[in-house]
């Protein structure tokens, strides 16, 4: 199974993180472009995107795995 991927701020922007690397994959200048590839690497590798806030805490999420249907809860 992938690692998913994270959208969170950095020092020169917002930052692409792909859980458990040290390293960004990509840094961009506004959220909303990091959001759109951290959602573009997250469809291909078929896991969950989660985006921080700017206090660095997950705002929102989406998957694109194996849901389990009917979804829990």
């Known amino acids: ?7 969170v701020p950095h020092d020169s922007g917002w930052a692409v993180r792909i859980e458990g690397n040290d390293r960004a ?3 961009h200048p506004t959220q909303r ?3 759109q ?6 469809r291909r590798d078929g896991v969950e995107i989660l985006i921080h806030g ?3 805490r997950i705002r929102a999420r989406d ?4 849901d389990p249907f009917p979804p829990k809860g």
């Not at 590839?37 to 997250?42: S, T, V």
């Open 1 to 7: 199974m992938g690692k998913n991927v994270h959208v």
């Open 25 to 27: 994959s990509s840094v």
């Open 33 to 35: 472009d990091a959001t």
């Open 37 to 42: 590839a951290g959602r573009a690497r997250a």
């Open 54 to 56: 700017e206090n660095g």
């Open 63 to 66: 998957s694109y795995g194996n």
